[in-house]
């Protein structure tokens, strides 16, 4: 089971929907959510601290969390050393590299200043660019 964390339109759902070749169009998710064998939660707790705890509650759940981070988005969204509050290991995973204006350089930037450490991963939920890689890697952690 793996834990996806990060802002609002991060592409977290996508990325479940592409990771499970499930076409589906992402609706706005508005709480956790336990389904296709991944726990997808609201980005408002990623961005809100009163939430903080409830995510780091429901990491126990998971082996793994996937901090996401939009490759075109220019703000600083995730809160510095966000990693550490985590009781399971935080993968940093890029979505939308197939997006005009993603910047996959800068997106790791903000990775590293949450906390997280190599390996990335850099994936399009729209082309399934880099999903081999990320489930290879789910494969080989044993999640
Ligand atoms: N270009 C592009 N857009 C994406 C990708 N993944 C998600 N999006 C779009 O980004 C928006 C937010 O996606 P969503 O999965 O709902 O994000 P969430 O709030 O983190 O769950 C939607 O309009 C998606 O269509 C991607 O890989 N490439
Ligand atoms: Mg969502």
Same mark, same amino acid.
């Given at each position: 089971m793996i834990m996806l964390v990060g802002?609002? &339109?991060? /592409?977290k759902t996508s990325l479940i929907n592409a990771l499970n070749q499930d076409c589906r169009k992402a609706e706005k998710t508005s709480s956790i959510c336990f389904c296709d064998g991944a726990i997808d939660t609201p980005g408002e707790y990623a961005q809100m601290p009163r939430f903080y705890s409830a995510l780091a509650v429901t990491a =126990?759940?998971?082996?793994m969390v996937l901090m996401v981070q939009d490759a =075109?988005?220019?703000?600083?969204t995730l809160p510095p050393g966000? #990693? #550490?509050?985590?009781?399971r290991p935080v993968v940093g995973v890029v979505t939308?590299?197939? #997006?005009? &204006?993603?910047d996959q350089e800068r997106a790791k930037l903000r990775l590293l200043e949450a906390g997280i450490q190599e390996p990335f991963f850099y994936v399009s #939920?729209? =082309? &399934?660019? /880099?999903l081999a890689d990320l489930t290879e890697y789910f494969v080989r952690k044993e999640v």
């Open positions: 802002p609002v &339109g991060a /592409g =126990t759940e998971a082996k =075109t988005d220019i703000r600083i966000f #990693a #550490a509050m985590f009781p939308k590299i197939d #997006a005009p &204006g993603a #939920a729209y =082309t &399934g660019a /880099g």
